[in-house]
């Protein structure tokens, strides 16, 4: 796999890949397709519970992908793609996902040694589940992790979280989406063919059609391709209905502001933590690295034969370049549609309420500060780094809420020059104000990460459970966090539960993959 560091050209000239210009994809090229469904290798009754099971057997492994018009591109793929397969759960029903590490033993690129550490970013799961940094999985090695799937339906996402090596693992390839359904959602929002996932990421090219990696002295990556499901600028074919559509930024700096090329809105139903108190409509919503939006777009309006893109506004201290405006198109064709489908037309203006969003300010217990910025060439909150946990055996914690605890968490970040995706392991939050004025509208749903911005203080309001133990909060413009803007907090006290049982590196070691069940 050839990942080579290219200099990062300027914006003008309209690329930052070295590939020849005949080898570049442009836009609207290449027909939209989604990662498949992982289906279960089987399914049974969980032996200490009861409840209904369903296991999983995933590979990380090197492959290529096909993204450019000719050459192909080296990859690290779950089970050998990018994205990874969808995992399709019900609320209510466990998940038990074997991650089997066949990489190689070290990443073309760097050396760095390549071993994972699977987060299931959205779930509620025990730390030793959680894809904490350090509890790493070897090449030829494998875990099990168990997610409890308890939470209301959501857009969650999969990804590496190897310490010091997320960046250039996920934008490598190792990323991929999971849905958790509920019968609510399942009866207000569109369903199957009509409910898209869209992971969106940005590349940059060798000439020979690798990844090329370039992060600007640990501030960033910004790619001049625009990747939607693997697929450079994909055009979709749509009927005239409503569609539902599940939008990760998996890219590993970019942020993206999206908005229709017709100027019509779309409506917000769920972000991070699922379906909003009440729908929101917007014309474009900035969407920071690891933010799940879902929204509606309604096509019934457009004539047969109309294409509708879907641009890229851009944000501020992103680099830009000739087609990074783009995301992808839609293309409306005449096909019948299902009008015994209810969600065919339907806006759903109420949608659910949830505990998080439900919480008042006057139930917080605890304020607390954290200042993120650049100090001595690394990325800090409140002044320390990953390092200091490490050398403290994982034992120092930035913070120790009690277990059912209400508390308003403020992230500061006083530079103009950098924004900060700040994500919170095990929770989900309400954002309570941006420099002292309401969220966005698109913002008001549960979160798990908030977008802080240039010269921005944001608060945010939560509620610690149903687990205790440690679990990590970080930026998630991940060459931030690999360069070292990650620290943790513990729910509870330091106790048997916490040191032994729920351990985040030694309760549920990775075990030598014999490739037997």
């Not at 450079?232 to 990760?248: C, D, E, Q, S």
């Not at 908005?259 to 009440?278: E, N």
């Not at 309001?461 to 930026?475: A, E, N, S, V």
């Amino acid at each position: 796999m050839g990942l080579l560091t290219l200099p990062l050209r300027n914006a003008e000239a309209g690329a930052a890949s070295a590939l020849d210009p005949s080898e570049l994809p442009r836009p609207y090229q290449t027909p939209f397709v989604q990662a498949p469904i992982l289906r279960p290798d089987r399914s049974g009754i969980d032996p200490v519970d009861g409840a209904p099971t369903q296991y999983y057997t995933l590979a990380a492994m090197a492959a290529s992908s096909a993204i450019l018009p000719r050459l192909k591109t080296p990859i690290l793929g779950y089970n050998g793609i990018f994205p990874g397969p969808t995992i399709s759960v019900e609320q209510g029903t466990k998940a038990v996902v074997r991650m089997r590490n066949q990489l190689p033993a070290t990443h073309p690129y760097d050396g760095h040694p390549l071993y994972s550490s699977t987060h299931l970013h959205g779930s509620a799961s025990l730390p030793q589940y959680d894809g904490y940094a350090n509890d790493i999985t070897n090449p030829g090695f494998r875990k099990d992790y168990v997610y409890p799937n308890f939470q209301p339906a959501r857009t969650l996402w999969y990804h590496d979280h190897a310490v010091h090596h997320t960046a250039i693992n996920v934008y490598s390839g190792l990323a991929a989406q999971y849905h958790l359904h509920d019968p609510l959602e399942r009866a207000l929002l569109p369903q199957g063919e009509f409910d898209v996932a869209l992971t969106i990421n940005d590349a940059m090219f060798a000439v020979d059609g690798s990844l090329a990696y370039e992060d600007n002295s640990h501030s960033g990556l910004w790619g001049d391709v625009i990747l939607v499901n693997g697929r450079p600028w994909p055009v979709m074919k749509v009927k005239k209905r409503v569609y539902r559509f599940r939008v990760v930024n998996a890219c590993i700096s970019r942020s993206l502001r999206p908005t229709l090329s017709t100027g019509d809105p779309v409506t917000v139903v769920a972000t991070d933590g699922g379906l909003m108190p009440v729908s929101q409509s917007v014309a474009s919503w900035r969407h920071g690295p690891a933010e799940r939006y879902e929204i509606l777009i309604d096509f019934r309006k457009y004539k047969a034969g109309q294409r509708i893109e879907l641009r890229n506004l851009s944000n501020k201290n992103n680099v830009d370049y000739e087609f990074t405006n783009s995301i992808m198109a839609f293309d409306v064709v005449p096909d019948p549609v299902d009008t015994k489908d209810p969600t065919w037309n339907t806006i759903p203006v109420q949608l659910a309420p949830s505990e998080v969003m439900a919480l008042k300010p006057s139930a917080s217990t605890v304020q607390r500060p954290f200042k993120i910025a650049r100090n001595n060439g690394l990325w800090t909150i409140n002044g320390t780094t990953w390092e200091p946990i490490v050398a403290s055996g994982f034992r120092d914690v930035a913070a120790n809420p009690d277990l059912n605890s209400v508390e308003i968490w403020e992230f500061h970040n006083p530079g103009g020059g950098w924004y900060h995706p700040m994500h919170i392991h095990l929770i989900d939050f309400q954002v309570l104000s941006r420099n002292g004025q309401a969220p966005f509208a698109y913002e008001k749903g549960p979160k798990d990460v908030v977008y802080v911005g240039e010269n921005e203080k944001v608060q945010v309001l939560m509620k610690f459970g149903p687990h205790t133990g440690r679990y990590m909060i970080h930026c998630h413009n991940t060459v931030h966090e690999d360069h070292d803007m990650m620290v943790q907090y513990r729910v509870g006290p330091e106790d048997a539960a916490d040191t032994i049982t729920n351990n985040p590196i030694t309760a549920a070691p990775a075990q030598w993959d014999t490739g037997l069940a």
